[in-house]
Nanobody, 123 residues
Framework: VQLQASGGGLVQAGGSLRISCAAS????????IGWFRQAPGKGREFVAG????????LYSESVKGRFTISSDNAKKTVYLQMNNLKPEDTGGYSC?????????????????WGQGTLVTVSS
């Protein structure tokens, strides 16, 4: 399974950005996609996750109400709509796929990782 994140960029605080994660390969073996971010000098942080069916989603408390995750199962693409962005949202955003059934917040829950896309929020 290959994952490609895209759509990052520079945005002012209060602005919006949508990033995408396109999956390819043996995607039928996977059940959910998670977004993680890592700020400079900090550890990897769970942001949001969704089942391919879109039936269930999960958010971190820091983004709940501002970010919306969605999935297009036919295109095997997951989107993360980020609104009201804050400087503390700055970081490299990576997507990951899991073979496990269900959503998890821990990186170990996920089996495949893609390269990240950089999101920079200026104050």
């Amino acid at each position: 399974v290959q994952l490609q994140a895209s759509g990052g960029g520079l945005v002012q605080a209060g602005g919006s950005l949508r990033i995408s994660c396109a999956a390819s390969g043996r995607t039928d073996s996977t059940n959910a996609i998670g977004w993680f971010r890592q700020a400079p000098g900090k550890g990897r942080e769970f942001v949001a996750g969704i089942m391919w069916s879109g039936a269930n989603s999960l958010y971190s408390e820091s983004v709940k109400g501002r970010f919306t995750i969605s999935s297009d199962n036919a295109k095997k693409t997951v989107y993360l709509q980020m609104n009201n962005l804050k400087p503390e949202d700055t970081g490299g955003y990576s997507c990951a796929a899991t073979l496990n059934y269900g959503l998890g917040r821990a990186p170990v829950w996920y089996d495949y990782w893609g390269q990240g896309t950089l999101v920079t929020v200026s104050s």
